[in-house]
């Protein structure tokens, strides 16, 4: 594989990895989820959980490994969302 082509896989993951963070903090310090979309981030945990499957299942660690960190991290919204529910 090309420089080029690592550099764009590197780049992507680490711009999946970090959009998570904003959206933990926020929720976080404001003790609010009622913004959040509960449908949308258990079809996001699902997926990210498929990812890391797959990514085992070809060997391919990059996925695996970087779907792992958002699948923590989207899951960590997910607990939120039901953690605060009782303000939405």
Do not use: H
């Amino acid at each position: 594989m090309s420089l080029a082509v690592n550099a764009v896989g590197v780049a992507a993951a680490l711009c999946s990895m970090t959009s998570f963070g904003p959206q933990v903090l926020k929720i976080w310090r404001e003790r609010d989820a009622s913004q959040v979309s509960l449908r949308m981030y258990v079809v996001t945990v699902t997926g990210f959980s498929l990812w890391v499957v797959y990514g085992i299942l070809i060997g391919s660690w990059p996925i695996a490994g970087s779907n792992v960190v958002c699948l923590a991290l989207s899951g960590t919204i997910l607990v939120l969302k039901w953690r605060f529910r009782g303000r939405d």
